[in-house]
Nanobody
């Protein structure tokens, strides 16, 4: 299982970015996908997740209404981030787990991508 995240960059506050996560497997129906982020000196935190079979999504309170997760291709998951804030700056990781439950705890995801840096300037 391999995951590769991309799409990070430098953006001004209020701007948008779209992150992509390419998986080496067919994501729909098999594995729940999640996005986490980690800022310097902080623990890795849950951002959002989408379930394996029915595309249910869950979001951290800090990103609700601004971020959206989606599956648009057989092996890709996207994270659309709008109205970005400086506190959204972090390395963003995509992750995967077997089953249909979206967990917000990183230890429940056995597979991880390498991370992509998002920096939001004020």
């Amino acid at each position: 299982v391999q995951l590769q995240a991309s799409g990070g960059g430098l953006v001004q506050a209020g701007g948008s970015l779209r992150l992509s996560c390419a998986a080496s497997f067919h994501t729909f129906g098999y594995r729940t996908m999640g996005w986490f982020r980690q800022a310097p000196g902080k623990e890795r935190e849950f951002v959002t997740g989408i379930s394996a079979s029915d595309r249910r999504a869950a979001y951290a309170d800090s990103v609700k209404g601004r971020f959206a997760i989606s599956r648009e291709d057989a092996n890709k998951v996207y994270l659309q981030m709008n109205n970005l804030k400086p506190e959204d700056s972090a390395v963003y990781y995509c992750a995967a787990r077997d089953g249909n439950i979206i967990y917000s705890i990183a230890q429940n995801y056995p597979w991880w991508g390498q991370g992509t840096q998002v920096t939001v300037s004020s």
